[in-house]
């Protein structure tokens, strides 16, 4: 009886703990994906730079549609290198839990619209 006793008390500790450390996980993931985009981005447009600026690029068999040089948030899906956590669609990425979308927990990106302006890239954590 006391060793169940001190069970359910224990529980009654760590599963709070546990929570807390899976929205920091859900955190941590969001911010590293974010960072990841704008590598990915910049990268595209350095490649896109120095092949002589051309009007599309390819990679892994697709034709990227580009502003200024960096993905449009359609095709930008397609130089993120991210793992099933996240769900994309459309310059979005949201995490998923089960595969189910958290909707205040994702990652945003928007081309510029001019070519003085980089792409901007948010990280939502409010929902995490």
Do not use: Q
Not at 78 to 102: P, Q, T, Y
């Amino acid at each position: 009886m006391i060793v169940a006793a001190a069970f359910f008390m224990v529980a009654a500790l760590a599963v709070p703990r546990f929570a807390f450390l899976s929205e920091e996980a859900r955190v941590d993931s969001v911010r590293n994906l974010a960072e990841d985009v704008r590598a990915s981005a910049e990268l595209t447009y350095r490649v896109w730079d120095s092949a002589g600026r051309p009007k599309t690029l390819r990679t892994s068999g697709e034709t990227l549609e580009l502003a200024y040089g960096f993905p449009t948030k359609v095709s930008v899906g397609a130089v993120v290198m991210d793992d099933s956590e996240f769900l994309f669609d459309n310059g979005v990425w949201h995490f998923a839990d089960k595969r189910k979308k958290i909707e205040n927990c994702f990652v945003s990106y928007e081309a510029p619209r001019s070519a003085a302006e980089r792409p901007l890239i948010t990280a939502n954590v409010d929902g995490c």
